[in-house]
């Protein structure tokens, strides 16, 4: 494992045997030590929560544009079947309300 960072800090834990194989098979795996092979997975779980709480944050910003995006579609219909004419406004929401509108279970 390459170390780019200055290590100054000093954690420590115990493990299960179990665990402590896996660690150490892994480790094994990448020609890495026990330790190593701890902190690069501490790492990496932690990068890895924050790039999913980054993730959550752009997910909940796409679905509240996805809202919006169907409330105008369900307007946008509304308009254009009342003004061709040939649809009644109460009709026009009801087939706006059938079809465009998002079924909740």
Not at 13 to 18: M, T
Request: negative net charge; charged residues 30%; aromatic residues 2%.
């Amino acid at each position: 494992m390459k170390r780019n960072k200055t290590l100054t800090e000093h954690v420590g834990f115990r493990l299960d045997e179990e665990t402590y194989q896996l660690l150490a098979e892994q480790g094994a795996e990448m020609n890495m030590g026990t330790n190593d092979m701890a902190r690069c997975l501490v790492s990496r779980a932690l990068q890895d929560a924050e790039a999913r709480a980054s993730l959550h944050e752009i997910l909940s910003l796409i679905r509240l544009e996805v809202q919006e995006l169907r409330q105008d579609l369900s307007l946008s219909t509304e308009a254009l079947l009342t003004s061709a004419g040939n649809v009644e406004e109460k009709e026009a929401k009801a087939w706006i309300a059938e079809n465009l509108n998002p079924k909740t279970s």
